[in-house]
């Protein structure tokens, strides 16, 4: 199967899920090696109000545990040890100390804004804080501080 074919497959995929009902909304987003493959959004965010590949849903710690699987599979299929920085993995000048371990463990010092703040900011706002180099930039490694972002 080609990766456009697989874009492609994603989206009948969640179009007929979101015709059965069985979701309100979906967003996927797939890179392979840094090139975009899919991006999509279908569904209302609230009713009313279609979900685009921007809309900030307020799942929070839902999430985690498909992070961590994520993160895990990531770092063993590329043989990376917990105690790399992000910036190298994610080929950043910034080098703000935080190791991946340090995301996974909820030290890295990301504990702002928290979830109720998040819902209550603009979205464009919220995705200018949101970004790897905003993120990195306010971090103190070492810090445990419980964060919803960190994962």
């Known amino acids: 199967m080609s990766i456009t074919h697989l874009a492609d497959r994603l989206y009948e995929h969640f179009d007929g899920e979101l015709r059965l009902g069985f979701l309100a909304a979906v967003q996927a987003f797939v890179a392979v090696k840094g090139r975009v493959i899919c991006d999509i959004a279908l569904g209302e965010a609230v009713p009313g109000q279609p979900?685009?590949?921007?809309?900030?849903?307020?799942?929070?710690?839902?999430?985690?545990?498909?992070?961590?699987?994520?993160?895990?599979?990531?770092?063993e299929d590329r043989n990376i040890a917990p105690s790399v920085l992000v910036a190298e993995v994610l080929d950043l000048d910034h080098q703000a100390g935080v190791t991946i371990e340090h995301l996974v463990n909820h030290n890295a010092g990301l504990g702002s804004p928290d979830a109720f703040s998040c819902n209550l900011m603009d979205p464009t706002e919220l995705h200018a804080i949101l970004t790897p180099t905003a993120l990195l930039s306010s971090a103190a490694p070492g810090v445990a501080e419980y964060s919803e972002i960190a994962a």
């Open 51 to 75: 979900a685009s590949t921007r809309t900030t849903f307020g799942l929070h710690c839902a999430t985690k545990p498909v992070i961590a699987i994520a993160i895990a599979k990531e770092l």
